[in-house]
């Protein structure tokens, strides 16, 4: 059985990435300092899965600890590396604290590959690399605009690190950029888990839908869109896992043409905010408690993908739309709450 290490897998993407990865013959073991996650996802992907994964609670920003976990687990095919901090309005107001941990983490986990010769690299980047692109939907060769944030900065960077050490290493990279992950396992035992108030326009509409958030704020409604609202590319996050498992397998199987190759991972489909709402009030049967107001500074108005590429090569196939995004989302927000109350 082939092993994975996983980085950052106690969050939302890599929680989901690894049932993926089990689902598809794969061992993992991940590697997660829990600074912002705890182990409760992984909880749930050994009951999806029946799997118990090991994580070494260790910060990747210190190279000996990193170095140790590579040196016990030698016999790994590939690193997926999702670990990074990653709010967009946390690192306009830290941004020493993203690039420190953001890029430090990560040239610490490349030089263990380049030392213990790992054959594959699969790294979480985000459409965020595309800054405020007019050319819409945005391809892979698309120039990458201004980042608006800290946070998009340091996935450029990544992005740009992993591009000059595959100049001069010979392990195969993928570098995957996430539209807007939303939505949860279907079985609602792992999903998004924000600690704190959530910046997020999907875990906001679920908390207000159950009560533990008064109201949703549409940030800015007089935009040059169909309904003035801003636009994105919401994907669900297994269809999102199941790129990874791909992306992998794409490497296994040397279909790769460079050793540095990009992905778009999106629907295709732009949804607006109000038409995001609209879909969970018709899955739901709610009606949602929401005012029009401002604009939310360093929000792109549109974005989103084409995915062509993602399908053609590595036989990606994203299998849910926007009203499954909601109804798992919310089926997810349900489930925390059945569960804190019979706790
Ligand atoms: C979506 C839309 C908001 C909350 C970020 C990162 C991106 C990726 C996904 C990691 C926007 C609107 C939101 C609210 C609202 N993360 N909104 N009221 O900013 O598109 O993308 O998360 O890879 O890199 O940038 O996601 O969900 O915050 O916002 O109106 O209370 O919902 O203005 O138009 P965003 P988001």
Known sequence: MQKVLVTGGCGYIGAHTIVDLINNGFDVVNVDNNMRSTTK??????????????NYKVDLCNLEDTHAVFHENRDIVGVIHFA??????ESVNE????????????VNVLKCVKEFNIPNFVFSSSC??????????????????????????????????????????????ILLRYFNPVGAHPSAL???LPLGKPDNLVPVITQVAIGKLPKLTVFGTHY??????????????????????????????????????????GTGMGVTVLEAINAFEKISGMKLNYELGEPRPGDVIAIYANNTKAREKLGWEPKSGIEDM??????????????VLNN
């Open 41 to 54: 996802l992984l909880d749930g992907v050994e009951q999806i899965t029946g799997k118990k994964v090991r």
């Open 84 to 89: 990074a901090l990653k709010s967009v309005g």
């Open 95 to 106: 941004p020493l604290l993203y690039f420190q941990n953001n890029i430090t983490s990560l």
């Open 128 to 173: 965020s690399v595309y800054g405020n692109s007019a050319a819409l939907p945005v391809v892979e060769e698309t120039p990458l605009g201004e980042a608006q944030s800290p946070y998009a900065r340091t996935k450029q960077m990544g992005e740009q690190i992993i591009e000059d050490f595959s100049r001069v290493n010979p392990t195969q990279s």
């Open 190 to 192: 792992i999903g998004e």
């Open 224 to 265: 040059d869109t169909r309904d003035g609202s801003c636009i994105r590319d919401y994907i669900h996050v297994t269809d999102i896992a199941n790129a990874h498992t791909k992306a992998l397998q794409y490497l296994l199987e040397k279909r790769n043409g460079t050793n540095c190759e990009v992905f778009n991972l």
């Open 326 to 339: 909601m109804r798992t989302a919310w089926q997810w927000e349900v489930a925390l709450r059945d569960r």
